[in-house]
């Protein structure tokens, strides 16, 4: 399986108005390593465990595969988790035929907001909604991983 996505940040909170659902996330990284992660999350009342293979050269598509796991096995592997647990509620928005992931970070990467389309393809066309920003695909200071080993209020202030 292999995930095709764009990420974006969002410059303000109109998304909202387009959400048709939002769930709050907690998740951590039992292994972050740039070539592969591997994930746990509680998502609502769900929870998860996904593996996540190294991003192509591009930073748009990379291996995924996800199982989902009881609430209870996913809040014991959280406790076995690296430092940095994320914390974000997601927002679901639609454009057109397409729904973006729009999360919205707390605690330590507070005031981070970022959005994430998945595609078909790595040149398929989608309708860019006017509170998309800047183009953050395949920088890793982005990917979730990474904002766990350095978060965004560690970073925010040397942004171009």
């Not at 746990?40 to 009342?45: A, D, E, H, N, S």
Request: glycine fraction near 6%.
């Amino acid at each position: 399986m292999v995930e095709i996505e764009r990420k974006f940040l969002v410059i303000s909170d109109d998304f909202k108005f387009e959400a048709e659902e939002e769930l709050r996330i907690k998740q951590g990284y039992l292994n972050s390593h740039p070539d592969r992660a591997v994930r746990v999350r509680t998502k609502g009342t769900k929870a998860f465990i996904t593996v996540k293979g190294k991003s192509s050269e591009s930073g748009l598509s990379r291996f995924e595969w996800e199982k989902e796991i009881s609430p209870e096995d996913a809040e014991e592997l959280l406790k076995l988790c690296e430092p940095g647990i994320i914390d974000k509620t997601r927002y679901l928005a639609k454009s057109g035929p397409h729904t973006f992931e729009v999360d919205k970070f707390f605690g330590a990467n507070e005031g981070l907001i970022v959005a994430e389309v998945e595609l078909s393809s790595e040149t398929e066309e989608f309708k860019k909604p006017k509170w998309l920003g800047k183009e953050v695909t395949g920088d890793v200071r982005y990917y979730n991983s990474q904002l766990c080993k350095e978060p965004y209020k560690n970073w925010k202030n040397n942004l171009l």
